[in-house]
């Protein structure tokens, strides 16, 4: 059973930063792909950032430059750097995991950007 929890959200001011985590227990981390997505009230959930198993990233163009994704194969983590935060920014973030075509989510974790 593949497991994710993601951890390090909360409250910050705008221009901020926070740092996201998502371990991933049960599989074998260092061959998926990875992704951040996240979704506020009343929209769709949409992508954030993904980091293939070769290290290749990808970034939604409203967070270049701002937001980073990494991972830990030894500590099966995957994290994302999120500097320079808005209140656009604000939602619930979860975590995937990717392989062929199976796709496994973590529960989530609130982002809330204010002053």
């Known amino acids: 059973q593949v497991q994710l929890v993601e951890s390090g959200g909360g409250l910050v001011q705008p221009g901020g930063s926070l740092r996201l985590s998502c371990r991933v227990s049960?599989?074998?981390?260092?061959?998926?792909?990875m992704g951040w997505y996240r979704q506020a009230p009343g929209k769709q959930r949409e992508l954030v950032a993904t980091i293939q198993a070769s290290g290749n990233t990808n970034y939604v163009d409203s967070v270049k430059g701002r937001f980073t994704i990494s991972r830990d194969n030894a500590k099966n983590t995957v994290y994302l750097q999120m500097n320079s935060l808005k209140p656009e920014d604000t939602a619930v973030y979860l975590c995937n995991a990717v392989l062929d075509k199976v796709i496994y989510w973590g529960q989530g974790t609130q982002v809330t950007v204010s002053s």
């Open positions: 049960g599989g074998i981390f260092s061959i998926y792909t």
